[in-house]
């Protein structure tokens, strides 16, 4: 039988993939994408919470809180570079942090980590995939539109392995059915909260990007699929054990984004193989 949070994850890869698409294709700002997934986010999370409630414990409201100041910095500068590098491209990219972040999660949990080493076949396949990934990397440097990628997400795709790690810890502290919308809602509350912050501080005219007909058009629209992923992916987080086995098979959203890609005839002239090796290693793991 298929595990549930693989269905999940699955489906998760395919929304994702239309999300960034739509907002690469209609040339979105980074602000008004990401503004309007947690306006969305936040508008269907409430009748949930009300009917199931929040949870009590304080480590939720912490760990949320955490993963939300890492969301915060990662979808905007995520948006921009899907808009300035092309989405098929930075999907090839993020499972390096996948990779990081399966290791990371050793240090939380290591029973795991015991497990694994008793299973010397799989421990093998794992230094294998760690050393694919390392290799491609490598690859990935010397192709000048993979390196200028590269270059401009490679802070976020670090602050992201933190983020997977708070997501992860953040649902373990709550009941299963307070879980998912629980920390969809409150993520997204907070993420509001601190754009606010932003934008009246540091940016104004984000404001007027995201209020604009254009920006609500747009970010919607990208809203409704990214959101849908999110959703869908917090189920799976849930109902896994490891939080890198989700998010590897979301990665799959790099098949679907490629194939988009050429059905619409948009040129990519990144080293692919090197991307997809990545990707193979964090599934592989």
Same mark, same amino acid.
């Given at each position: 039988?298929?595990?549930?949070?693989? =269905?999940? @994850?699955?489906?998760?890869?395919?929304?994702?993939? =239309?999300?960034?698409?739509?907002?690469?294709?209609?040339?979105?700002?980074?602000? &008004?994408?990401?503004?309007?997934?947690?306006?969305?986010?936040?508008?269907?999370?409430?009748? /949930?919470?009300?009917?199931?409630?929040?949870?009590?414990?304080? $480590?939720?409201?912490? #760990?949320?809180?955490?993963?939300?100041?890492?969301?915060?910095?990662?979808?905007?500068?995520?948006?921009?570079?899907?808009?300035?590098?092309? @989405?098929?491209?930075?999907?090839? +990219?993020?499972? #390096?942090?996948?990779?990081?972040?399966?290791? &990371?999660?050793?240090?939380? %949990?290591?029973?795991?980590?015991? @497990?694994? #080493?008793?299973?010397?076949?799989?421990?093998?396949?794992?230094?294998?995939?760690?050393? =694919?990934?390392? *290799?491609?990397?490598? $690859?990935?440097?010397?192709?000048?539109?993979?390196?200028? &990628?590269?270059?401009?997400?490679?802070?976020?795709?670090?602050? *992201?392995?933190?983020?997977?790690?708070?997501?992860?810890?953040?649902?373990?502290?709550?009941?299963?059915?307070?879980?998912?919308?629980?920390?969809?809602?409150?993520? @997204?509350?907070?993420? =509001?909260?601190?754009?606010?912050?932003?934008? %009246? +501080?540091?940016?104004?005219?984000?404001?007027?990007?995201?209020?604009?007909?254009?920006?609500?058009?747009?970010?919607?629209?990208?809203?409704?699929?990214? !959101?849908?992923?999110?959703?869908?992916? /917090?189920?799976?987080?849930?109902? !896994?054990?490891?939080?890198?086995?989700?998010?590897?098979?979301?990665?799959?959203?790099?098949?679907?984004?490629?194939?988009?890609?050429?059905?619409?005839?948009?040129?990519?002239?990144?080293?692919?193989?090197?991307?997809?090796?990545?990707?193979?290693?964090?599934?592989?793991?």
């Amino acid at each position: 039988m298929i595990p549930i949070w693989f =269905l999940c @994850a699955l489906a998760a890869s395919v929304f994702s993939a =239309l999300g960034n698409f739509t907002h690469q294709k209609l040339g979105g700002t980074n602000t &008004a994408s990401a503004v309007w997934m947690k306006i969305i986010a936040l508008t269907i999370s409430i009748p /949930m919470i009300v009917r199931s409630g929040l949870p009590t414990e304080p $480590m939720f409201y912490v #760990m949320t809180a955490g993963a939300s100041a890492i969301w915060c910095i990662n979808d905007l500068v995520y948006f921009n570079a899907v808009k300035n590098h092309g @989405a098929a491209l930075l999907s090839r +990219l993020w499972p #390096m942090g996948t990779i990081l972040g399966f290791m &990371a999660w050793f240090f939380i %949990k290591p029973d795991l980590f015991t @497990a694994y #080493m008793q299973d010397m076949p799989r421990f093998a396949g794992i230094i294998f995939a760690v050393t =694919l990934c390392v *290799g491609c990397a490598i $690859m990935l440097q010397r192709c000048a539109f993979s390196a200028a &990628a590269f270059k401009a997400v490679w802070k976020v795709i670090l602050l *992201g392995v933190l983020g997977i790690i708070l997501v992860k810890s953040a649902v373990d502290y709550a009941p299963s059915n307070q879980s998912v919308f629980g920390y969809l809602g409150i993520e @997204a509350a907070i993420m =509001l909260v601190f754009y606010g912050i932003y934008f %009246k +501080l540091r940016r104004p005219a984000a404001f007027r990007e995201v209020t604009s007909l254009d920006g609500a058009k747009t970010g919607g629209m990208v809203a409704a699929f990214l !959101v849908s992923a999110g959703v869908i992916r /917090m189920y799976a987080f849930d109902a !896994v054990d490891h939080p890198a086995f989700v998010t590897a098979v979301c990665m799959l959203d790099v098949v679907w984004l490629m194939i988009i890609t050429r059905i619409v005839g948009w040129e990519d002239k990144s080293n692919k193989w090197a991307g997809l090796g990545i990707v193979v290693a964090a599934i592989a793991l």
